[in-house]
């Protein structure tokens, strides 16, 4: 089917995928809790005639469409939503107390759920067996998409690839955006307890403070970005909250909690970059008769676009937006947890614009205000579906 076939379906059930969002929006669930969520999806899926899905890590659910014999294009969406109170005055706003799609997976769900409302009547014409991921959990250690690995998703791919998009308020609805090679970052949490001895404020002498020792601590560690890597890879390290546990205006207390993330696009530096995190908050705390309680929580990994499927995939964005609306992306220090996938097979994560020309829609993500403007599900289901039929297998 050519795009003006494509576009012609789109609008046909543009009112559908609106509608699906809007409840999705409504109902959001966070991250593996998603039970309502996954039900909803199952009855879409029964809804458009497919039988042929089966559930994984209790609310995920895979969709296969097409010739098992043919390869295997994967395409995947996030159902979970934040901790967030929405503050909205959309009639479709969220119903849940504190709990809201701020992050947009309710547009990522509802634009597969309008894919495969497309595909399915064209399945004996698909050149790809194509598989749809409805994953739970992207915003929670360790993330649906490793549990979903781990679970089989790809034992029986057959010259897999996997494409997948997320909302981007800083671009326009009808545009999409790419990045070839490295995009995002991996992201890991650091949690240490600094231990030392309390005791009176005027009587210094009399404690081991923990508070110059954090302090040594995050300077010292800074040098970990700027002497330690190599400067052509980005790096951040970030402490976001300190607190004491104890403690006054004239008391110095016993210990004193530093957490922090540490995000890069490099693996092995990233595995060097603990070890260095390690040895120099030991070798301090040890100099000055302290202790350290450290954890190094391993998060997601860096996220790699195949250079060769983004590349076809802009091809066939240029075909079916137009030049203009096809834009290139720099590398992001934010993290997802689609990457696990693409250290696994070929991917390709692009990007969704979903503001309007008003600048009604330019809330970013994990915002209580966040929303986006609708029209954005034409381009986000038509250009899942045109890469369904068209990328070259």
Excluded at 95 to 113: F, N
């Amino acid at each position: 089917m050519d795009k003006d076939g494509v576009k012609s379906l789109v609008d046909k059930f543009h009112d559908d995928v609106v509608a699906m969002r809007r409840h999705l929006h409504q109902f959001p669930e966070l991250s593996f809790e998603e039970y309502d969520t996954s039900k909803y999806i199952e009855e879409q899926l029964q809804r458009f005639g497919i039988t042929s899905y089966r559930k994984s890590i209790n609310t995920g659910i895979v969709v296969s469409l097409g010739d098992r014999s043919k390869p295997t294009l994967y395409l995947r969406a996030d159902i979970d939503a934040l901790p967030i109170q929405e503050n909205s005055k959309a009639e479709y706003g969220s119903k849940r107390e504190g709990i809201m799609h701020a992050c947009g997976h309710d547009v990522h769900t509802a634009t597969l759920l309008g894919a495969l409302q497309i595909l399915k009547p064209l399945e004996h014409k698909l050149p790809y067996n194509v598989v749809g991921i409805f994953q739970p959990g992207e915003e929670k250690l360790p993330g649906g998409a490793s549990l979903m690995i781990k679970d089989g998703l790809f034992e029986n791919a057959n010259n897999g690839r996997i494409v997948g998009n997320h909302v981007h308020p800083p671009m326009l609805a009808g545009t999409i955006g790419l990045k070839p090679d490295i995009y995002m970052a991996s992201a890991d949490e650091i949690y240490c307890s600094i231990t030392g001895k309390g005791g009176h404020g005027a009587l210094p002498h009399m404690t081991i403070d923990p508070l110059p020792i954090v302090a040594e601590i995050i300077l010292a560690l800074q040098s970990t970005i700027s002497r330690s890597a190599d400067p052509s890879m980005p790096s951040v390290l970030t402490f976001g909250k300190i607190h004491s546990l104890g403690g006054a205006t004239n008391v110095i207390p016993d210990t004193i909690r530093l957490e922090g993330t540490f995000r890069t696009f490099n693996e092995a530096w990233r595995k060097e970059a603990h070890q260095i995190i390690t040895r120099k908050i030991e070798h301090i705390c040890a100099a000055h008769g302290a202790s350290a309680d450290l954890e190094i929580r391993v998060g997601y990994p860096s996220l790699y676009n195949d250079t060769t499927l983004t590349n076809q995939c802009k091809q066939l964005a240029i075909e079916y937006l137009g030049e203009e609306n096809v834009l290139d992306l720099p590398i992001r220090t934010t993290s997802e947890d689609f990457a696990f996938y693409s250290h696994e097979i070929p991917a390709c994560f692009y990007r969704i614009g979903t503001n309007n020309a008003s600048n009604a829609f330019s809330s970013s993500v994990h915002t209580d205000t966040f929303d986006v403007d609708e029209s954005c599900l034409k381009t986000s289901v038509g250009m899942m579906t045109y890469l369904a039929l068209q990328l070259p297998s």
